[in-house]
């Protein structure tokens, strides 16, 4: 049977030490069994590897920063659409993700589709609000302050124990010992990232993650569980495992059936030596190391993809268990031309 | 104790504990009573087996078994581990 033809928008094409979700969703995409792929680019800097990947990105346009604005956002969203006639958009920034919401209606009346979490879903589960989320949803998260001013730091020091992870709003984040490390934190976190900066309390364990994608009536579409096997110093997962815990399926499940989650998501865990499992930060997208998911079994591009296009999807049941996945770094070479194309034309 | 039904023993004595993702590496004697407790037997007859095959004192290898145990125990290996 002839597949059909999609043309579909992705981000997230830094693929570097701590990378964007782009290459594993574009490996996704191109292994889908439903559609054949055309992928769109959509890169912030003219240095993202992946627009140089000519093999897995067929043309690739730069997109103004989000925080230029929706509208000029939109016009660039036209043009691109005017030239390529985009069926589905998969962002995949944190940090553009507000901007791509407050269009979802917009551009699907342009014709094209995403698979969004709702403003609600998106803001509820911010890091700045997890401890009001863990406490409305009986999952357990642990004590987070989110401080939007240098002094606060004196007054909600006494909560905590040391050490203290303090972080971002989008990314990053820092294990401080003492108040002058919260604040010297505090101050390059709030330089980069924004108010408020989030303390939260350390806690000690093994790190486990979970990709998954709700259809947004609280089913769970899919869910494949990894435990980090090497982490670099960003924290991101360089190496990792999928596993069979039903302890944490079972808290993707509550996590999806309470919220009613729409999209793809990840849950990020920390599990105790006394075997207790705390929900550390909630992603409302397709995580770097979903790849994985799609080599047991379970392809959640391809999905979130159909569900986007109103098609039905049914749950994937099973994923094979104890398979690695393993990052690696890789020299592109790439000819001035092509770095000057994408730096002054804004397209490649 | 018995070990759980869901971890993997291959013959070169890699353990992988498919709940967890941790995997481990046994030496050889450890693996042949990981074999051994695979066939439910009990501590009394895989010490009967142990000790007809090794030259080695009761008490050291009671010493060692319970070292062995413990360090299973330990990693949740063991089926009577609550998870909880």
Same mark, same amino acid.
């Given at each position: 049977?002839?597949?059909?033809?999609?043309?579909?928008?992705?981000?997230?094409?830094?693929?570097?030490?701590?990378?964007?979700?782009?290459?594993?969703?574009?490996?996704?995409?191109?292994?889908?069994?439903?559609?054949?792929?055309?992928?769109?680019?959509?890169?912030?800097?003219?240095?993202?590897?992946?627009?140089?990947?000519?093999?897995?990105?067929?043309?690739?346009?730069?997109?103004?920063?989000?925080?230029?604005?929706?509208?000029?956002?939109?016009?660039?969203?036209?043009?691109?659409?005017?030239?390529?006639?985009?069926?589905?958009?998969?962002?995949?920034?944190?940090?553009?993700?507000?901007?791509?919401?407050?269009?979802?209606?917009?551009?699907?009346?342009?014709?094209?589709?995403?698979?969004?979490?709702?403003?609600?879903?998106?803001?509820?589960?911010?890091?700045?609000?997890?401890?009001?989320?863990?406490?409305?949803?009986?999952?357990?998260?642990?004590?987070?302050?989110?401080?939007?001013?240098?002094?606060?730091?004196?007054?909600?020091?006494?909560?905590?124990?040391?050490?203290?992870?303090?972080?971002?709003?989008?990314?990053?984040?820092?294990?401080?010992?003492?108040?002058?490390?919260?604040?010297?934190?505090?101050?390059?976190?709030?330089?980069?990232?924004?108010?408020?900066?989030?303390?939260?309390?350390?806690?000690?364990?093994?790190?486990?993650?979970?990709?998954?994608?709700?259809?947004?009536?609280?089913?769970?579409?899919?869910?494949?569980?990894?435990?980090?096997?090497?982490?670099?110093?960003?924290?991101?997962?360089?190496?990792?495992?999928?596993?069979?815990?039903?302890?944490?399926?079972?808290?993707?499940?509550?996590?999806?059936?309470?919220?009613?989650?729409?999209?793809?998501?990840?849950?990020?865990?920390?599990?105790?030596?006394?075997?207790?499992?705390?929900?550390?930060?909630?992603?409302?997208?397709?995580?770097?190391?979903?790849?994985?998911?799609?080599?047991?079994?379970?392809?959640?591009?391809?999905?979130?993809?159909?569900?986007?296009?109103?098609?039905?999807?049914?749950?994937?049941?099973?994923?094979?268990?104890?398979?690695?996945?393993?990052?690696?770094?890789?020299?592109?070479?790439?000819?001035?031309?092509?770095?000057?194309?994408?730096?002054?034309?804004?397209?490649? | 104790?018995?070990?759980?039904?869901?971890?993997?023993?291959?013959?070169?004595? &890699?353990?992988?504990?498919?709940? /967890?993702? $941790?995997?481990?590496?046994?030496?050889?004697?450890?693996?042949?009573? !990981?074999? #051994?407790?695979?066939?439910?037997?009990?501590?009394?007859?895989?010490?009967?087996?142990?000790?007809?095959? &090794?030259?080695?004192?009761?008490? /050291?290898? $009671?010493?060692?078994?319970?070292?062995?145990?413990?360090?299973?125990? !330990?990693? #949740?290996?063991?089926?009577?581990?609550?998870?909880?």
């Amino acid at each position: 049977m002839k597949k059909r033809n999609l043309t579909i928008g992705v981000s997230g094409l830094n693929a570097i030490d701590s990378p964007g979700p782009g290459m594993a969703v574009v490996r996704g995409l191109k292994e889908a069994a439903s559609f054949k792929a055309r992928i769109i680019g959509l890169s912030y800097e003219s240095l993202e590897p992946m627009i140089y990947m000519h093999d897995l990105v067929d043309k690739t346009y730069q997109l103004p920063y989000p925080s230029s604005g929706t509208d000029i956002m939109l016009s660039r969203l036209e043009y691109i659409h005017e030239r390529e006639h985009l069926d589905v958009i998969i962002p995949n920034f944190d940090a553009e993700l507000y901007a791509f919401m407050k269009l979802e209606k917009k551009l699907k009346s342009m014709g094209i589709h995403m698979f969004l979490p709702t403003l609600q879903q998106f803001e509820e589960r911010h890091k700045v609000n997890l401890s009001s989320f863990g406490e409305k949803y009986g999952l357990l998260v642990p004590l987070g302050k989110a401080v939007y001013d240098q002094s606060e730091i004196f007054k909600v020091k006494d909560d905590f124990s040391f050490p203290v992870v303090v972080k971002g709003k989008w990314y990053d984040a820092y294990i401080a010992y003492n108040v002058d490390q919260i604040v010297t934190c505090y101050n390059k976190l709030s330089a980069k990232w924004g108010l408020p900066v989030i303390l939260q309390k350390f806690v000690h364990g093994s790190e486990y993650n979970v990709t998954g994608l709700g259809d947004g009536k609280g089913h769970t579409i899919a869910a494949v569980p990894m435990r980090k096997q090497y982490i670099t110093d960003k924290g991101k997962a360089w190496a990792g495992i999928s596993i069979d815990d039903p302890r944490l399926l079972e808290l993707t499940g509550k996590f999806v059936g309470s919220t009613q989650w729409r999209g793809a998501f990840e849950l990020e865990m920390m599990k105790t030596q006394d075997n207790k499992y705390y929900l550390m930060e909630i992603n409302p997208r397709i995580p770097a190391w979903t790849y994985l998911a799609v080599g047991v079994g379970q392809n959640i591009p391809e999905a979130l993809v159909n569900l986007s296009l109103g098609q039905k999807v049914e749950p994937f049941r099973e994923y094979r268990v104890g398979k690695f996945f393993i990052r690696y770094s890789w020299d592109l070479l790439v000819d001035r031309e092509e770095f000057e194309k994408i730096s002054m034309n804004g397209e490649l | 104790m018995k070990l759980k039904k869901n971890i993997a023993v291959s013959d070169t004595g &890699y353990l992988f504990n498919p709940s /967890t993702g $941790e995997s481990f590496a046994l030496n050889p004697i450890g693996l042949e009573i !990981l074999v #051994l407790m695979k066939q439910d037997l009990s501590p009394e007859a895989i010490a009967g087996k142990i000790l007809k095959k &090794y030259n080695t004192e009761k008490a /050291t290898f $009671e010493k060692d078994y319970a070292d062995f145990m413990a360090m299973l125990k !330990l990693n #949740l290996l063991l089926d009577d581990d609550e998870e909880t």
